[in-house]
């Protein structure tokens, strides 16, 4: 599942990719929002996301292999939409804008969640190390990858 969580992860950065190329080749030449209003509700979206992300993911739960794997896969979804959210307003900017730069704004919060999300050798040692403060025996990474 390890290897299946990354794979997914770089489908998503590639799709925000390709959204950049239609964002630029499609964009209007002029929109109804000024792009400094749509760029200022991206900012604030990306920031509420920051601290949503945080405050609504529930901690690993340790009681049996699969109920780790399962909170740690919920939490990569949650965390992936929640960053992704922000890329897409960005996209619906750049039409209502008629200016790319909007939805450049969005994929910089999209790809620092992204960040945050993505199962690295370094964030499975952090996750390990939260989990043995709460006496949990469990390996993470024996559990994804089995």
Known sequence: MLQ???????SFVAVLAILGV???????????????AVGGAVVLY?????????????PLDCA?????????????????AI???A?????????????WWP??????????????AAPTELSL???QDELATTGCALQLRDVLTR
């Open 4 to 10: 299946q969580l990354r794979i997914m992860l770089a």
């Open 22 to 36: 239609v964002a630029v080749a499609v964009a209007p030449d002029s929109g109804d929002v000024p792009a400094a």
């Open 46 to 58: 990306g920031l509420a996301s920051r601290l949503a992300s945080r405050l609504i993911e529930r």
């Open 64 to 80: 049996s292999p699969e109920s780790l794997r399962l909170t740690y896969q919920t939490r990569f979804f949650l965390r992936i």
């Open 83 to 85: 960053a992704e959210a």
């Open 87 to 99: 890329a897409l307003i960005g996209f619906a900017g750049v039409f209502v804008s008629g200016s």
């Open 103 to 116: 939805y450049l704004v969005g994929v910089l919060f999209a790809l620092a969640g992204f960040v945050r």
């Open 125 to 127: 040692s952090r996750d």
